[in-house]
């Protein structure tokens, strides 16, 4: 079954870990192994997999895509100024797929997944669905 | 069932929205619920979800990614000529998967899927299957 | 049922082909027909799909990944100095899944399935599951 959570971001880039939040609604199904897909219906954000560990991380993550599609190029043509939004989340992506094993998420040890903002702050939603292995 | 989509394409870089063909194929499957798997089988091309209101992001996407792996670098080793559509297909991913409710695709509304051709023109393949939740 | 591969890596950063170890994975599967998710749990490796025939296609994304996020910035703040790997490892992502027909993968002419270490050599592990279509 699909089931959608709501995520509320704060800034207009940052990446937000939802494990706990995925991880609750793997215990709740009834598939027990399998993996999970986590997809983003916006075309302005994305999701990644990234350490937890450290919050450097994440910020340097941040500060590179940034340098690779900075906010202001004066050869974007989109009019509405959030083309590096658009350009962050195709090369990051709009899903990823984690195993399940035993009700569980399969994640490596310093391993979360992070819905990456890179337009708002904004309400999104990111889908959530099981799939049987 | 897996079943193959032929995509041909016009340009040496270009973005084409393939969504009304996978959903056809949706619509078609026995898989009412579940997600389907988009997947290129080329090194050269890829396959990413963007915006289709504006026909400028996808205008912008292609002239970042042109960009940051431009056609002509005298450090490119391999012989074809055609290291940076290789690149490209790395950086976006040769896969997309989308989740499936009532035999239709769960897209944000201004989702679209789009046929990455770094390396045309050419007659491309796009292989669809259908996975039940 | 979640099957584990062991890949050691030799260099700081490379593409180790394991499309065969798949392959061997998926033909003693009961799956016949899906697709297979190849899930790298670790935040400085990754895995994509790419040419094999020719190596310097493989050293030319390499090369393109290191010059998109070099291994020395000054403006990275993560204390670890590999920055770069993690980077690296989002842009290219943590998954690939391959549709699967007859107990074989279904991959173009010259695709590969390549795990990239970013910031090796270590013991990396790469998790297969195979999903039924």
Avoid at 32 to 45: M, S
Wanted: some cysteine.
């Amino acid at each position: 079954m699909l089931r959608t959570l709501t995520v509320p971001t704060a800034k207009r880039t940052e990446m937000i870990d939802v494990t706990d939040r995925v991880q609750g609604l793997v215990r709740d199904s009834n598939v027990r192994d399998g993996c999970v897909l986590c997809y983003v219906p916006h075309t302005t954000a994305g999701i990644t997999i990234q350490e937890n560990a450290d919050p450097d991380v994440v910020a340097d993550v941040l500060y590179k895509l940034e340098a690779l599609a900075p906010r202001s190029d004066p050869r974007y043509r989109h009019g509405e100024g959030n083309s590096d939004a658009h350009i962050k989340a195709s090369l990051v992506g709009s899903s990823v797929l984690v195993p399940v094993r035993d009700s569980s998420l399969v994640l490596g040890t310093w391993q979360a997944i992070y819905f990456c903002e890179f337009d708002g702050p904004r309400s999104r939603s990111l889908h959530v669905q099981l799939l049987a292995g």
